[in-house]
C-alpha cells in the first residue's frame, strides 16, 4: 500500500480478496439499550452512565464483523465509573478553589492543561487495551512528549499564524494517534500528507461560504417581502427553522471533511504482513447521511438519535473493506496478561473515537 510494504506482503495482497466489515445491528435493538440507558442514568443522576457506555460499546463491538470475526469490549463498568469520578471529583475541587482563592484556581486551570496530553494517552491505551479481535487485543504506545507537542503545543502555535497551520496540526494528531496504535505486537503503519487536509479544509470552508451566502440572500429576499400583520406567524415559524437548516449545514459540511480524512487515513495505513485497509466513503452521500440525521434527531426531540447513530455506522461499514493477510495468524498478545492501570482507567474519560465505524 506504501513505500513501507514488504514485497512479500504486497504478493499476499495481491493474491487476497477484500473482507467487507459489516454491522448487524439495527435501529430498533439500538433504541431499547437506548431508552433504558437513559433511563436509568437519569434516575441514578448519572452513576448508571459507566453501564450505559458499556452496554452500548459491546453491543456496536458485538455487531461488527470483519472477515467473519466479530469485535469485543472488555472493559466493565467499574473501569469506566472511575473516571468519571475523577472528572466530577476535579471540577468539584476546581470550582471551590477558583470561588475562594481565584489565582490558586487560574494555576489549577494551567495545570490541568498540562495534564490533558497525558490523559489523552492514558484514555488511548485503556480504549485501546480494551478492544479485542480473533482474541487478539489492540494497544497503544504513544509517549507524553509527542502528545504533548501535538496536543498542546502546535494548536497554540496555530493560533499565531491565524489557524493556517491547523490542518497541518491535525494531521499530526492523526498520524501520532494511528502510528501508535499496535493489533497485539504488529504496529499500524500510516503515511499521511498535509495537503490532502488543506485541500479537504479549503473544499469545506469555501463551501460553508457560499452555502451561507445563498441563505442568507434567501433570508433578504423573504424579508423584503411585504406581508399583512396576519401573516407574521409564517415568518415566525421561519425564523424557527432556522436552528435545524445551520444543523443540517454544519453536519453536512462536517461529513464532507470526515470522509475526505477518513479515506485519506485508511487508504494509507496497514499493518505489515497482517491487513490492508480501504475506505470508499462517498463525501455527498456521508454529508446527506449526517445532515439527515441532525435534523431527525432536533425534530423528534432526540428520539431519533439510536436510528441515526446505527445508520451512520452502518454507512461506514459499507464503505470500509481490509484485506486480511496470512501473517494475522501469528500475530501474538503481548496485552494478554497484562491488567489496565488506574491511570488508564481513571483517564478513559477522554475516549477518542478511532474505530473502523
Do not use: C
Amino acid at each position: 500500500m506504501d513505500s513501507t510494504s514488504t514485497p512479500a506482503a504486497a504478493e499476499a495482497a495481491s493474491h487476497s480478496t477484500p473482507s467487507q466489515l459489516q454491522f448487524t445491528g439495527n435501529g430498533k435493538e439500538y433504541f431499547g439499550i437506548w431508552i433504558v440507558n437513559m433511563l436509568l442514568t437519569l434516575v441514578t443522576l448519572g452513576i448508571y452512565s459507566a453501564w450505559a457506555t458499556v452496554r452500548t460499546k459491546q453491543y456496536f463491538y458485538g455487531h461488527t464483523l470483519l472477515d467473519g470475526h466479530r469485535f469485543d469490549y472488555l472493559a466493565t463498568p467499574i473501569q469506566i465509573l472511575k473516571g468519571r469520578l475523577l472528572a466530577v471529583g476535579l471540577f468539584v475541587i476546581y470550582s471551590v478553589v477558583s470561588s475562594y482563592f481565584p489565582l490558586v484556581g487560574a494555576i489549577m486551570a494551567f495545570a490541568l492543561v498540562l495534564l490533558v496530553p497525558w490523559m489523552i494517552n492514558q484514555g488511548l491505551k485503556f480504549s485501546m487495551r480494551m478492544t479485542r479481535y480473533r482474541n487478539i487485543r489492540f494497544a497503544f504506545k504513544g509517549n507524553l512528549g509527542e502528545a504533548m507537542v501535538n496536543f498542546v503545543v502546535l494548536p497554540f502555535v496555530s493560533i499565531f499564524t491565524l489557524y493556517l497551520l491547523m490542518p497541518w496540526v491535525l494531521k499530526r494528531i492523526d498520524a501520532y494517534i494511528h502510528s501508535n496504535i499496535r493489533y497485539g505486537d504488529k504496529p499500524v503503519q500510516v503515511q499521511l500528507e498535509g495537503k490532502e487536509y488543506y485541500a479537504a479544509a479549503l473544499l469545506v470552508m469555501l463551501l460553508g461560504i457560499l452555502v451561507m451566502m445563498l441563505l442568507g440572500l434567501a433570508f433578504k429576499l423573504a424579508g423584503g417581502i411585504n406581508m399583512n400583520p396576519d401573516e407574521l406567524g409564517s415568518v415566525n415559524f421561519g425564523m424557527f427553522l432556522i436552528v435545524p437548516l445551520y444543523l443540517f449545514v454544519i453536519s453536512a459540511l462536517q461529513g464532507i471533511y470526515q470522509a475526505l480524512i477518513r479515506n485519506h487515513i485508511l487508504n494509507n495505513a496497514q499493518i505489515e504482513d497482517v491487513a490492508e485497509f480501504k475506505s470508499t466513503l462517498a463525501p455527498q452521500r456521508y454529508a446527506l447521511i449526517l445532515a439527515t440525521n441532525a435534523m431527525a434527531i432536533v425534530l423528534t426531540a432526540g428520539l431519533a438519535f439510536p436510528w441515526a447513530k446505527v445508520r451512520k455506522v452502518k454507512a461506514l461499514a459499507q464503505a470500509t473493506q481490509v484485506v486480511v493477510l496470512p501473517g494475522a495468524d501469528q500475530v501474538l498478545d503481548t496485552a494478554q496478561q497484562a491488567d489496565s492501570s488506574f491511570a488508564e482507567e481513571a483517564a478513559n474519560v477522554f475516549d477518542v473515537d478511532i474505530s473502523l465505524t
